[in-house]
């Protein structure tokens, strides 16, 4: 069974830093454009960074470039999303999601075929 499963969110007060990892089970994640979404209450799910199955290339929203890094460990299967000098914006619920297409993309949520179950992230003081 495909399954991508989110972990190492929890709370940080700003300017803190957090890594969230995405362990993915069924396939192998470099076959697949992998992204990070995330979800703040009563908003709606946004792009904050992806790789692209084709060059490996990382690319990021405005909101978090300079500050968030995403990276894999293809021996391990696992995708990881480094968050540095976090702000309370970005809280909230942090899912990774699988293109089986390999486009990727930032904007293209419905166009990523696996999501997992996410994980919390709260920044505050």
Do not use: H
């Not at 976090?86 to 904007?107: F, H, Q, S």
């Amino acid at each position: 069974q495909v399954q991508l499963v989110e972990s190492g969110g929890g709370w940080v007060q700003p300017g803190g830093s957090l890594r969230v990892s995405c362990a993915a089970s069924g396939f192998t994640s470099n076959d697949y454009a992998i992204g990070w979404f995330r979800q703040a209450p009563g908003k709606q799910r946004e792009g904050v960074s992806y790789l692209s199955r084709s060059t490996g290339n990382a690319y990021y929203a405005d909101s978090v470039t300079g500050r968030f890094t995403i990276s894999r460990n293809n021996a391990k299967n696992i995708v990881y999303l480094q968050m540095n000098d976090l702000k309370p914006e970005d809280t909230a619920v942090y899912y990774c999601a699988a293109d089986t297409t390999g486009i990727g993309g930032l904007r293209r949520v419905s166009g990523y075929n696996y999501w997992g179950q996410g994980t919390q992230v709260t920044v505050s003081s």
